[in-house]
């Protein structure tokens, strides 16, 4: 499949982003694990998510769902997880994999899971080291680092862990396998990393506390059921963020957005950068901050992007670097080497698409080095997303002020995180075509 973008005179209304996906994954694995029936509105339908239904049905959790974004989870208590009758399949989803690794270090029986192409290259010593020193056995590839894995929980003891790097997905497996273990683990982060696993425990009834950068979680405390709205992704409203600041002629609005401060990087960012943002905070839902952002057509100006700000806005940076590209002056983005090892290496292929496109943008080894085009433009031609869908989506949002129209080859893998995103360029008055 291809996405066809022609840039459109103008970019105006507003839309709704699908619900967060890191919340609809926690969300329905919290409920399998606590006593009673957890609903989920908003629940994000995009593959990913799909995954984590998926296993969750293998290991003998009753759900209901997705319908219209909600999805119903009769949870029957930590205990109460099957041995699964046949291999996990996460697909291509990371945070499926990663966090299941927690909760199916906890369990006395033997399990094996694996995903697609793209995700069996993804590293993940980084959760299965930690799970191991818990007590853990844990077999795959390259000694435990690469997927097919085959885990036998069960006996865990609680761990003290100091983060070498901030990852919410390797703090969250730690946190849900703490759940079955005797006493207090503890996760220190070397800086902040995005909160949803906290704050949905905490409301399951967790004996969670978060001092600092440390987080400090007793197991063996039963989980009650969650009813929550889940609020829009900020990381699907990164694409119509940029779209609005870049294009000349642009008003948009994007409504129920998840306003978490773990997760707003890309506000602070573009703001930063000279972006035409107003926020309207509405309230809370699901315990997330949330609110409505319009952003209109501005002039960006190029700044340094690094540091503790980086796990803030870390899926956000390919659509980050279009911006970057139609700033004044240089872009740096550094401290961001994880990107080699998400959905593509989003370093090497970032650049490589932009560049075909016309953008001054160098990989470096943690980052890029991005020199606006100073009045200049980007080239309408034919891009590849290599199967990553943040890179499909942010090459389309560079299309909306190219030359010309612009050929998005493998766009189907949008579908895992916004299954519309589409359907929302065109609410914008954007002309674009899917073809075989």
């Known amino acids: 499949m291809q996405l066809v973008v022609k840039p459109p005179p103008f970019l105006a209304g507003s839309l709704r982003p699908p619900g967060d996906k890191s919340i609809s994954h926690r969300a329905a694995i919290i409920g399998a694990l606590a006593e009673g029936t957890t609903v989920i509105e908003g629940f994000l339908e995009g593959a990913d998510c799909l995954s984590t239904l998926r296993c969750l049905k293998e290991l003998g959790v009753d759900i209901e769902g997705p319908h219209e974004g909600r999805v119903v989870v009769r949870g029957k208590g930590m205990g109460s997880l099957q041995e699964p009758e046949t291999i996990l399949d996460a697909g291509n989803s990371g945070t499926t994999m990663r966090l299941l690794l927690g909760v199916l ?39 435990g680092e690469l997927a097919p894995l085959s885990i036998r929980g069960g006996n865990l003891q609680p761990l003290t862990y100091t983060m070498p790097v901030a990852s919410a997905q390797v703090k969250s497996a730690l946190l849900l396998a703490g759940l079955f273990a005797p006493g207090e683990t503890v996760i220190i982060e070397p800086c902040r990393s995005r909160d949803h696993s906290e704050r949905l425990l905490k409301a399951a009834g967790a004996a969670i506390k978060v001092e600092g950068l ?11 059921p969650l009813t929550i709205s889940v609020p829009g992704d900020i990381s699907a409203a990164a694409f119509f963020l940029v779209a609005g600041c870049i294009h000349p002629r642009a008003t948009i609005t994007i409504k129920n957005v998840n306003l978490n401060p773990t997760r707003t990087g890309i506000l602070d960012v573009l703001k930063a950068m000279g972006g035409q943002i107003t926020v309207t905070p509405l309230g809370e839902s699901g315990g997330e901050p949330v609110g409505d952002i319009r952003v209109t057509s501005s002039s960006l100006r190029g700044v340094e992007i690094g540091g503790e700000v980086i796990p803030r806005l870390i899926d956000e940076i390919p659509v980050l670097t279009v911006a970057a590209a139609l700033a004044k002056g240089e872009t740096v983005i550094r401290d961001a080497a994880e990107l080699r090892v998400k959905e593509s290496d989003r370093i090497t292929m970032v650049a490589r698409e932009l560049e075909r496109m016309g953008a001054n943008i160098q990989a470096r080894p943690d980052g890029f080095l991005i020199k606006g085009l100073k009045g200049g433009s980007l080239q309408g031609t034919v891009v590849d997303s290599h199967g990553d869908h943040r890179l499909g989506m942010a090459l389309a949002v560079a299309a909306l002020v190219a030359e010309g129209p612009t050929v998005i ?25 899917e073809e075989e």
């Open 105 to 143: 270090a906890g369990q006395p029986y033997y399990s094996v899971i694996t995903g697609d192409a793209s995700l069996r290259r993804r590293p993940m010593g980084r959760v299965t080291r930690p799970l191991t020193a818990m007590g853990a056995r844990i077999w795959g590839r390259n000694d």
């Open 214 to 224: 440390a987080v400090r979680i007793a197991g063996r405390k039963p989980l009650r």
């Open 409 to 433: 080859k493998g766009s189907e893998c949008m579908a895992i995180s916004y299954p519309q995103f589409a359907t929302d360029l065109a609410l914008l008055g954007v002309e674009v075509r």
